[in-house]
């Protein structure tokens, strides 16, 4: 197992939250470091195990701290101001821990969960390329005689797959309903390659896995395509943990600026002032991008507040609410993440685009990140959510 053979227990959702606050400044020092050398963050990861932040959505009744989305999305916030990269990492960890938690069996629950609590982290093997679209997926489960199954494919953009413990692969059945199958790191007939060349987010190793005839137990597939037969909050916390990443993204691009006009910057001659901080139109700008940002954690907030609100009363309706709510912080988020950290520039002046401090990497991990889903389909739904109430389709990008 990559992961450190045992790990803290997590008790409550204040611990979570100062765990993860601690995390987030010991990660921040190396980021800019580990992006400009793409220095695969192995040992960050471990500390991540070990810390038991990976294991707070387990329930109660499996020993875990089974914190709320409020909570959840402030961890993936705060590990997304200190590192983009960092941060992406376990968002499919934890949509991953959902689809055993909603279509595991108790045995199925029992296992996984007990491996969570280890330490042991989630992979994610989801994304085609040279398909129709995103939920043109082709890779196969074969059944076999002894009610076993093989796994035979292709997959991209596969974030924390070469870090991961287990790896789950979403494909369909001879019927062609979605599952996700379980896969151990390192069984017979994976292959996970370290191709990833993003501009940004250049430390999630989102490369490729290759599925050839692999073997899996049957205990270790779970029936995905279940999950959007009702009304779900897949898609809702899914979503919600990009935005949260998106918002922390933006918040360390604005802080990292601030800290650079505090430090670095000169004034310019027309403003009269002896210091960049004193000068008023850059007062106006960071006044600007502040309340721009304050709005992208508002409706994190808000919208992790209305899936905890559905969790409690899950039905057609509150599901609909809880995706509005959180298709809307991602499209804000989305643009404030891309607008402050390439405001960044903007107000730091010419020295700031120096390769040497690497802090176009908060731009170039906006950039990279916000093109996961689009913003424009998002704004189509919220739109005839509001004018006809007409509800969300199901499904696992919303």
Do not use: C
Not at 42 to 52: K, N
Not at 303 to 329: I, N
């Amino acid at each position: 197992m990559t992961a450190q053979e045992s790990a803290h227990v997590i008790a409550d959702d204040a611990e979570a939250l100062a765990v993860a606050a601690v995390l987030a400044d010991e990660f921040r020092a190396g980021a800019a470091e580990r992006d400009a050398e793409r220095r695969l963050p192995r040992a960050e990861l471990d500390r991540l195990s070990a810390s038991g932040l990976l294991a707070v959505t387990v329930p109660a009744e499996h020993g875990g701290a089974e914190v709320s989305a409020v909570t959840l999305a402030e961890i993936l916030r705060l590990l997304g101001t200190a590192d983009g990269s960092l941060a992406q990492i376990p968002q499919s960890h934890f949509a991953y821990v959902n689809v055993i938690r909603r279509q595991g069996t108790e045995e199925q629950r029992k296992f996984f969960f007990a491996e969570l609590l280890a330490g042991r982290r989630f992979g994610n093997a989801q994304s085609e390329a040279g398909t129709r679209h995103v939920q043109d997926i082709r890779t196969r489960l074969a059944p076999r005689p002894d009610g076993s199954y093989t796994l035979t494919g292709v997959k991209h953009y596969s974030t924390g797959a070469l870090f991961a413990d287990w790896i789950p692969v979403l494909a369909r059945a001879e019927d062609d309903t979605l599952h996700v199958a379980y896969v151990p790191a390192g069984a017979p007939g994976l292959t996970v390659v370290d191709d990833w060349d993003g501009m940004g987010q250049r430390t999630t190793a989102s490369g490729t896995v290759r599925l050839d005839g692999v073997p899996v137990p049957g205990d270790r597939v779970l029936p995905h395509h279940l999950t959007f037969e009702g009304p779900q909050l897949h898609g809702a916390v899914a979503q919600l943990l990009h935005a949260a990443i998106d918002t922390g993204i933006a918040a360390g691009a604005l802080a990292e600026a601030a800290e650079f006009v505090r430090t670095k910057s000169r004034p310019w001659f027309e403003s009269g002032v002896e210091t960049a901080a004193e000068d008023p139109l850059l007062i106006q700008r960071f006044g600007e991008l502040s309340v721009q940002l304050r709005a992208s954690e508002a409706l994190l907030r808000e919208a992790a507040r209305t899936v905890d609100a559905a969790g409690a009363d899950l039905t057609d309706d509150t599901a609909a609410e809880a995706s509005v709510a959180v298709a809307a912080a991602k499209v804000h988020a989305a643009q404030t993440a891309v607008e402050v950290a390439g405001a960044l520039f903007e107000v730091s002046g010419t020295r700031s685009a120096l390769h040497a401090l690497n802090l176009h990497r908060h731009w170039r991990d906006a950039r990279t990140h916000t093109l996961h889903d689009p913003s424009r389909w998002k704004l189509q739904h919220i739109g005839r959510y509001a004018l006809s109430g007409t509800r969300p389709p199901r499904h696992g990008l919303l």
